[in-house]
Nanobody, 122 residues
Framework: GTLVESGGGSVQAGGSLRLSCAAN????????FGWFRQAPGKEREGVAN??????GYVYSVKGRFSITRDNTKSTVYLQMNSLKPDDSAMYYC??????????????????WGQGTQVTVSS
């Protein structure tokens, strides 16, 4: 695929996980990346996004999650600390070339990964 995610898993509340998203083929070199998540029975929501020098976070993860990028590898990371059971969801990486970056409009992203499951137990 064009976006390949990894790093999901199961942890206890308070634990940490780091998700990775590698952009390949058509998505390689994308300018803007976003992480979204979807829990069963809920709508998909934006979690974090990153452009060339700016980042954005949904309020519920501020101070706990950190999004970074390695342009040499066209890879984006989501470091998740102090995880809560409410963070349990399928996490998806998204990317696009069109700038400016930022925002959580899902329709603005052209490429999507297959998702990686994050489960946080209490």
């Amino acid at each position: 695929g064009t976006l390949v995610e990894s790093g999901g898993g199961s942890v206890q509340a308070g634990g940490s996980l780091r998700l990775s998203c590698a952009a390949n083929r058509d998505a390689y070199g994308s300018s803007c990346f976003g992480w979204f998540r979807q829990a069963p029975g809920k709508e998909r929501e934006g979690v974090a996004n990153i452009g060339r020098g700016n980042t954005g976070y949904v309020y519920s993860v501020k101070g706990r999650f950190s999004i970074t990028r390695d342009n040499t590898k066209s890879t984006v990371y989501l470091q998740m600390n102090s995880l809560k059971p409410d963070d349990s969801a399928m996490y998806y990486c998204a990317a696009r070339f069109y700038e400016p970056c930022g925002g959580f409009d899902q329709f603005s992203y052209d490429y999507w990964g297959q998702g990686t499951q994050v489960t946080v137990s209490s």
